[in-house]
């Protein structure tokens, strides 16, 4: 089953719910940093959770705790561009495990990882929305209870449509 977004709609099978996307938009051209959602087919590669705020994922597909010492490296200089990192870092990077609750759960989307290209953008994932469905940097955000709901459905061949 794969999961499609339109403007502000997340769905998989008959399950369709309320997202954000990037505050520019889904465009076809991301780059680091233009706030863009982009446009393609992509797979999900890991999900990450916070344990002591997650007790429980009901999911077949890989996954990782996300720990103090995370987070993924958004700078083009570093030769870690668009990885996962452990702080401290020189470089500037993410940090994955936050005050606020957005990262509880994280799927990571293939985006710009094979090959990586510098300043072609980072960190492309599909993570809880805010209460009030804020824009994003360039990922998607849903509930955390839509999160929960969609983790259930995908397998490894799920496929992200974005468009």
Request: hydrophobic share 35%; glycine share 6%; with cysteine.
């Amino acid at each position: 089953m794969h999961i499609y977004i339109k403007k502000n709609t997340l769905t998989i099978g008959q399950y369709k719910v309320k997202c954000s996307i990037g505050k520019r938009g889904i465009k076809n051209k991301k780059k680091e940093g233009d706030k863009v959602t982009p446009r393609g087919k992509f797979k999900i590669i890991r999900i990450f959770y916070r344990k002591d705020r997650v007790s429980y994922l009901n999911t077949n597909t890989s996954k990782t705790i996300i720990t103090k010492k995370m987070g993924w490296c958004d700078d083009p200089n570093s030769k870690h561009y668009n990885k996962l990192i452990k702080f401290p870092f020189k470089f500037s990077a993410e940090k994955l495990f936050r005050k606020d609750n957005i990262y509880d759960i994280i799927l990571v989307l293939n985006y710009n990882t094979n090959p990586i290209i510098t300043g072609k953008g980072s960190a492309i994932f599909i993570h809880i929305a805010d209460k009030k469905y804020s824009k994003t940097l360039g990922c998607v955000a849903i509930s955390k209870k839509d999160i929960r709901e969609v983790i259930k459905k995908i397998s490894k061949k799920t496929l992200v449509i974005i468009n």
